[in-house]
Nanobody
């Protein structure tokens, strides 16, 4: 059974930082592209960042480029999202997702999802 479990969310002031983690089990982690998505209040789920299985390729949404960094540790079956210079508009439930094969920003292309972790940025 595949499981993705996010952690690290919370309440932070604007300009602060958080580091999200997503621990995976039940899959061959190194074969999957790992993505982070978010659902802001009242909005659709949106792409944040993705990292290829080999960690040599990352891709970010324009809204987070230069502030967020995605990374992965295949030995620990964990993907991370370092979020700096947080803004109130970053408030959302953040999800990690796994996709067998190449990186992709379309959530419909992902095979497995975590339950999400809430990030709230106060102004």
């Amino acid at each position: 059974q595949v499981r993705l479990v996010e952690s690290g969310g919370g309440l932070v002031q604007a300009g602060g930082s958080l580091r999200l983690s997503c621990a995976a089990s039940g899959l061959t982690f190194s074969s999957y592209a790992l993505g982070w998505f978010r659902r802001p209040p009242g909005k659709e789920r949106e792409f944040v960042a993705v990292i290829r299985w080999s960690s040599d390729s990352t891709y970010y949404a324009d809204s987070v480029k230069g502030r967020f960094t995605i990374s992965r540790d295949n030995a620990k079956n964990t993907v991370y999202l370092q979020m700096n210079s947080l803004k109130p508009e970053d408030t959302a439930v953040y999800y990690c997702a796994a996709r067998l094969g190449y990186s992709n920003s379309d959530p419909r292309e992902y095979d497995y999802w975590g339950q999400g972790t809430q990030v709230t940025v106060s102004s």
